[in-house]
């Protein structure tokens, strides 16, 4: 944080001034018994998202999708671009170091359809899917060493296993034995739609984040737009949620501002998508109450965000109440009337003071005005006022 350019004693005249709280303050619980709480510290027997985080990939096939590419074509999709994104969202803090098997496709024993995955795959189906690769893998005197994560990706031709799961452990051979905290059963849509971000995505929940797109059925932006790949994958600013990187490890306390109490506090912040910036500050929490913060971070086109034409300073709310795929993450769009740059409706939801979106957001729901006061070369300053 850097104060404003307004001299002190007229802070004391003119607002009561809020004072910021210590970090930690800000560091909303998980709730237990909310599925994939977005809070801190929830106990999901999570792969680590700092140090090395282990990865083991195998390739399946089947006698009714013979593959027929190479298992180094398929690992080449995945690595080392997959790995290479968690190295830049993470500032450096997470090696994903995945070790593939490419001696063969080991073949699976029952076909692509009796394995469910177009008929909405149970917990139970998805299990015997990866308990039979194991033990396909396991007939031919390979034996596996527990990783955090195990990698089951099927060949291309096995569109009846159309989609891209986690598996959220543990994962286990047929005769229990525990060979990873989780699994990913890379499908179909990865090789047509997500391609090296589908493990980025599956990956996230491995580390304990929720789903941002709606599990209803709705638009898959519904809530966050393209601004967090655990959203949409394919949007134009994937990288993780400021949020996100806090709980994960990868922003460090003092690179968070957390703000509770009436009053009005000016902050400047860096973009969360570059490692360093001249103020250290790269994300406001503005905590409501024990289970919901409204939080705002700035956006560039940096890193993981190369890709994204908007830059400023996007705002969303966290409510840790919320399960997996209902909303627990929502981004507050400043120009809801129009689309922005990349042509989808959240597109301009930050704040800027080019005129690319609004300059001020005012959140009744929260007591709170947000302005964007200073654009300074990468960094903005935004003026927060709680009522
Ligand atoms: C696999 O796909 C290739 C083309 O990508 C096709 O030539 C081949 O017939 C397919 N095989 C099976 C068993 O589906
Ligand atoms: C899988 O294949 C085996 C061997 O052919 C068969 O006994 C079993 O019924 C099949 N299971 C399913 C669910 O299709
Ligand atoms: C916390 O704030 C949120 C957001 O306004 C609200 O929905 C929720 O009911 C509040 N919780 C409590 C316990 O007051």
Same mark, same amino acid.
């Given at each position: ?72 074509? !398929? ?123 589908? !493990? ?6 491995a580390m304990g984040l929720a789903d941002y797109y709606p599990f209803s059925g709705g638009e898959t932006g519904m809530y966050v737009g393209g601004w967090s790949l655990m959203g949409y994958i394919n949007g134009a600013s994937p990288d993780y949620f400021a949020w996100d990187k806090w709980r994960l490890g ?63 300073? !996007? !705002? ?72």
């Amino acid at each position: 944080m850097r104060l404003a350019t307004i001299p002190a004693f007229a802070w004391g005249f003119l607002f009561i001034e809020s004072s910021l709280a210590d970090p930690s303050a800000c560091k909303l619980p998980a709730i237990a018994d909310v599925d994939l709480s977005s809070g801190f510290g929830g106990d999901y027997d999570s792969a680590p998202s700092l140090g090395t985080m282990t990865g083991f990939m195998i390739f399946v096939d089947f006698i009714d999708a013979v593959a027929s590419e190479t298992t180094e074509a !398929l690992r080449d999709i995945f690595i080392p671009e997959g790995p290479d994104w968690f190295s830049t969202a993470s500032f450096g803090k997470l090696d994903h170091q995945i070790t593939a098997d490419t001696s063969k496709f080991f073949r699976m024993p029952n076909d692509t359809e009796s394995y469910g995955f177009t008929r909405g795959l149970t917990w139970e189906a998805h299990n015997r899917y990866i308990q039979d690769a194991l033990e396909a893998y396991e007939e031919k005197c390979n034996t596996l060493k527990p990783v955090d994560i195990l990698y089951v990706v099927a060949t291309k031709n096995a569109t009846a296993i159309s989609f891209s799961p986690t598996f959220m452990g543990p994962v286990t051979t047929r005769s229990g034995v525990k060979v990873g905290k989780k699994a990913v059963t890379i499908g179909y849509d990865a090789y047509v739609k997500w391609f090296s971000k589908v !493990l980025n995505h599956e990956s996230g929940h491995a580390m304990g984040l929720a789903d941002y797109y709606p599990f209803s059925g709705g638009e898959t932006g519904m809530y966050v737009g393209g601004w967090s790949l655990m959203g949409y994958i394919n949007g134009a600013s994937p990288d993780y949620f400021a949020w996100d990187k806090w709980r994960l490890g990868w922003l460090q306390d003092e690179q968070v501002d957390c703000v509770s109490g009436a009053g009005k506090t000016t902050h400047t912040l860096s973009p969360m998508d570059t490692p360093e910036g001249n103020s250290q500050t790269k994300v406001v929490v503005i905590k409501k109450n024990e289970t919901s913060a409204l939080i705002a971070e700035l956006r560039s086109s940096n890193g993981n965000n190369a890709g994204s034409c908007a830059k400023g300073v !996007l !705002l969303y709310t966290v409510a840790t109440n919320v399960a997996t795929g209902t909303g627990p993450v929502v981004v507050l769009d400043s120009s809801p009337d129009s689309i922005g740059c990349d042509g989808t409706p959240f597109g301009n939801a930050p704040l800027a003071l080019d005129g690319s979106g609004a300059s001020s957001y005012t959140s009744s729901e929260f007591g709170a005005t947000i302005e964007v006061v200073e654009q300074d070369g990468e960094e903005f300053t935004i003026e927060v006022e709680l009522i």
